[in-house]
């Protein structure tokens, strides 16, 4: 399976991750724009099983998201830089994009857009969702 490694912005924290993700998005609800300062979360999402923390100890944040499980964000102590968040209720990681080394994916949809600012920028071609997609669970 394919490795793809990311780290944080002083270095401190790497992890890798194995294999395709289920799923890239861009999370627009208002938790990921301060996260970010930014209009958006560019998030790979990745199974659990899949992803370790390859080199020093992260932080960790949560909250309690819309599905009433946990939302842990995993970040670095020392440059704040936030690596992941593990969505509790689906059993995947959602890994921030801009840690990867190489990025090569790609958005493909767009969700919480109805807590998008109203100078979000959205990428043509990709499906956009008020909150989830159905089905998605939260
Ligand atoms: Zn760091
Ligand atoms: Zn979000």
Redesign the pocket.
Same mark, same amino acid.
């Given at each position: 399976m394919e490795e793809h490694i990311g780290?944080?912005? *002083? %270095?401190?924290?790497e992890y890798c991750f194995k294999g395709d993700p289920i799923n890239s998005i861009f999370c627009y609800c208002s938790e990921c724009q301060s996260l970010t300062g930014s209009d958006k979360w560019f998030g790979i999402w990745v199974p659990k099983d899949n992803f370790n923390f390859t080199k020093?100890a992260p932080s960790t944040y949560s909250r309690v998201g819309d599905s009433g499980k946990k939302v842990n964000y995993q970040f *670095? %102590?020392?440059?704040?830089?936030t690596l992941c968040a593990e969505i509790t209720v689906g059993k995947f990681n959602s890994v921030s994009a801009t840690s990867l080394k190489n990025n090569k994916f790609s958005p493909k949809m767009s969700i919480y857009t109805s807590s998008a600012p109203s100078w979000a920028l959205f990428p043509e071609n990709v499906p956009k969702f008020d909150i989830l997609p159905p089905g998605m669970g939260g």
């Open positions: 780290s944080c912005c *002083c %270095g401190d924290i020093g *670095c %102590g020392n440059c704040s830089t």
